[in-house]
């Protein structure tokens, strides 16, 4: 089973087929109903739900796993984002490098910065990744802008080399980002009666990179490491007391999840060829923060729950504008429908972020795993139906008992 117990293995085909059968899932609504806007089977969004989900996952080993949080992992995104888009304008337009590119660059920043924040624990720790989050952010915005191109952005152009690639296609225009010739934007839509269903080439190597993250992830989490950072976890100061020096331990598990993060921002360039100094701002960290917790930090696929959450609030609610709403209540007389669509503006729209904020307190207050808790807690209550089901079917059986 792939290294993995049969418990674990059964997660992975439970993430592989979400992943494979997503343009089916997120598409439940005909295109012409109503609910049609909570539609999320299109390409841009599905890769950002497996790429943020990339990003959280990494982010997990640090601070679900080992107990560290870093205020500061949008740094090694930018990065890796950076890396990606300059390997497109001198390599060639195939994402393999890229990708590679990212990894690699990303991962000797994070030593960098690891080497130097791991001397401190705690809110301290937290400080100093985000101190070098917001320098890494000034830095690429308007210092470094013959690398970065300051606040334009860095995108590639007709004039760019592309030593081992085409700098041009026939009809003169800037070629589009492939995986051994196959483009990463060819989309194949299906039509079944009122249902339309896209198969994005993008969306599913960015899939197949998730699942293998996401692998990597588990054999970590049960490896004797990860049996280690769970220990430093626990409790840090025994194990300084034991003599044993976590310091490797630590700035291993960061780099690491400094690769996943420049994995991520490889891949996001890779779709849309551009990089930003808005990569590297706080929000950027703070939204994987708020992934990890809301889906349940500590936990195997609770950071991907987390991610595609926070995305589909960010993208469907965001757009949902009072047109929309006075359309959906139409069938109220005016002056109720015009207090409804007042009353549920602020919560969509522009305002959707009010909405993640209550969700997202709801679930700390009353779920402390997460969505994931949510989940074990909703299978407990159904279990626990059947055998009570049983056990009163019994007791009539044998009344004599």
């Known amino acids: 089973m792939l290294g993995l117990d049969r418990k674990d293995f059964i997660l992975l085909l439970v993430v592989f087929a979400l992943v494979v059968l997503a343009p089916f899932l997120l598409n439940p609504f005909p295109t012409n109903s ?70 690699i660059a990303s991962g000797i920043f994070a030593l960098l910065i690891g080497y130097i924040s791991l001397r401190r624990t705690g809110i301290y720790f937290s400080i100093l990744t985000l101190a070098f989050a917001q320098m890494s952010f000034n830095l690429a915005y308007s210092v470094l802008t013959p690398i970065t191109n300051g606040e334009t952005g860095l995108q590639i152009t007709l004039a760019d080399p592309r030593i081992l690639g085409v700098t041009a296609t026939e009809s003169g225009s800037i070629p589009v980002t492939n995986l051994l010739g196959a483009e990463m934007r060819s989309t194949y839509i299906m039509d079944v009666g009122t249902w339309a269903f896209q198969f994005n080439v993008g969306y599913y190597v960015c899939a197949a990179i998730m699942l293998l993250a996401f692998y990597v992830s588990v054999r970590i989490f049960r490896s004797p490491f990860g049996l280690m950072l769970r220990a430093i976890k626990a409790n840090k100061t025994r194990l300084n007391y034991t003599g044993l020096n976590i310091r490797p331990y630590t700035l291993a598990v960061f780099v690491i999840s400094g690769m996943y993060a420049g994995l991520a921002g490889g891949l996001m360039a890779s779709m849309d060829p551009l990089a930003g100094a808005e990569r590297m701002q706080w929000t950027a960290s703070g939204e994987v923060v708020l992934m990890t917790i809301l889906g349940g930090a500590g936990t195997l696929i609770g950071p991907v729950l987390g991610a595609g959450v926070i995305k589909y609030f960010e993208n469907i609610f965001s757009k949902i504008n009072s047109s929309v709403l006075e359309s959906w209540f139409a069938f109220m007389p005016e002056n109720m429908q015009h207090a409804a669509v007042y009353v549920s503006e602020h919560f969509v729209g522009p305002g959707w972020h009010l909405t993640l904020g209550l969700l997202f307190m709801l679930v700390v207050t009353f779920l402390p795993g997460g969505l994931v808790e949510g989940g074990q807690r909703l299978s407990r209550l159904f279990r626990r139906k059947p055998q009570k089901d049983a056990a009163r079917d019994s007791t009539q059986s044998n009344p004599a008992e």
């Open 34 to 103: 109503a609910m049609a806007q909570f539609n999320a089977g299109y390409p841009d969004l599905m890769q950002r739900f497996v790429i943020f989900g990339i990003f959280a996952i990494g982010f997990n080993l640090l601070f679900g796993l080992t107990g560290y949080l870093s205020f500061g992992h949008a740094a090694f995104l930018g990065v890796g984002s950076y890396s990606a888009v300059w390997m497109f304008k001198l390599l060639s337009m195939s994402v393999v490098p890229a990708i590679i590119a990212s990894v």
